[in-house]
């Protein structure tokens, strides 16, 4: 067990560096609590401890390696972890140098560690990884690009760039996720440029969901022009599509919905039925007779689908706000229902319309319903009726 005796000498030396010192004392003492250390490893993993955090404290580039070599060497996995944190804190160009080369070692443990510490170091590592991200293997390619990633840098955009003409798939999607995850526009002509030449859905779906964070208007009618002349729109891709449709939905992207949503239901229900959701939201005034019997039968046809009860609620709810009196003809077969969700649809088009004629019908729900959300849903809408009579 790890006591203050260990500890005394860091508390002279500032309460910053001896937080790393405590956070380890904790961990330690808990696994031996656990068993994970046999009693006579105890004043190794101390000694191996103390003199890896003595490193971190002085600061001693010399003893770069040595922390490394323990790293690599000692399969005790706190100790493992206590050398990531120090070298960590040790910032200088040194220690990338020494670091970057574990990303070529065959344990995966290694390498992780290797890109979670060159991100930490990024000040110093940045000259690195910029060769890095050139690098001939693939693989390299792609931890350089993680580190960037992982620096929580906006400049570091400018080298995840570069490998948006990387000559790997996985490298090019990583770029373009990267590029999102920072909200830097600079790329975005670029980016739609990758998503008319690939053929890779994956990577199709990647830009797509960048663009949908980022990207502006203009981008938007860039995609879907080019998307929607395809002979045929990817299943993979669909549900990504609808999504950066929604983002910044225009009136005729309607049009595009209702030709494509028959037939793909059953792949991306959700996503259409938010994308029409944005669009009646942004549109409702806009919507005349023939586009709204068009939208409602599309709806009406979703409405019979084995579906969540959900998105059943979600399209009576919509249904009502474009086309209320076509619900009317189904309301006592939603009232009858054991479904909740579709119960609570038509009892909130009930309250809506005011139809006082299915008063006597709320008060039996009231009665026998086991659910408290009904229950009160109903007792709102008989007070409201009540002051109809």
Request: proline residues 2%; contains cysteine; negative net charge.
């Amino acid at each position: 067990m790890i006591t203050e005796k260990f500890l005394n000498p860091f508390l002279l030396r500032g309460r910053g560096f001896c937080f790393l010192v405590e956070y380890y004392i904790i961990i330690i003492n808990d696994r031996y609590k656990e068993g994970e250390f046999m009693e006579n490893k105890e004043k190794d993993v101390s000694i191996v401890i103390e003199e890896l955090l003595k490193i971190g404290e002085t600061q001693d580039v010399s003893k770069i390696n040595e922390v490394i070599k323990i790293l690599k060497n000692d399969n005790r996995q706190i100790i493992r972890e206590t050398a990531v944190k120090v070298l960590k804190t040790i910032k200088f160009k040194e220690t990338a140098e020494e670091v970057s080369k574990l990303l070529f070692e065959k344990d995966a443990f290694l390498r992780n560690s290797a890109v979670m510490i060159l991100a930490e170091l990024w000040d110093v590592s940045k000259p690195i990884l910029k060769e890095l991200i050139k690098h001939k293997n693939k693989h390299i390619r792609k931890y350089a690009l993680d580190a960037l990633y992982l620096s929580n840098s906006p400049q570091s955009t400018d080298l995840i760039s570069q490998c948006l003409d990387d000559e790997e798939v996985n490298n090019v999607i990583a770029a373009v996720e990267y590029i999102g995850y920072y909200y830097d526009t600079r790329y975005n002509d670029k980016i739609v440029k990758i998503l008319k030449k690939t053929s890779d859905p994956f990577l199709i779906c990647t830009c797509l969901e960048t663009l949908e964070k980022i990207g502006t208007e203009k981008h938007h009618d860039e995609v879907l022009n080019f998307l929607s002349n395809q002979k045929e729109i990817n299943d993979i891709i669909l549900p990504s599509l609808l999504k950066f449709l929604s983002s910044k939905i225009k009136f005729d992207d309607i049009n595009f919905i209702l030709q494509v949503a028959p037939s793909k239901f059953e792949i991306a229900y959700k996503e259409i039925i938010d994308t029409i959701k944005d669009f009646i939201e942004k549109y409702q005034n806009q919507i005349d007779e023939k586009l709204s019997n068009k939208i409602t039968q599309l709806l009406l046809s979703f409405l019979d689908n084995e579906i969540p009860s959900e998105n059943k609620y979600e399209i009576i709810m919509l249904i009502s706000i474009i086309n209320p009196n076509i619900l009317l003809d189904r309301i006592n077969e939603f009232l009858e229902t054991n479904d909740e969700l579709i119960q609570l649809g038509a009892l909130e088009l009930i309250g809506q319309k005011k139809l006082i004629k299915y008063k006597n019908k709320i008060i039996e729900i009231s009665k026998n319903s086991s659910s408290e959300l009904i229950i009160e849903i109903c007792q709102d809408i008989l007070n409201e009726l009540n002051e109809l009579d």
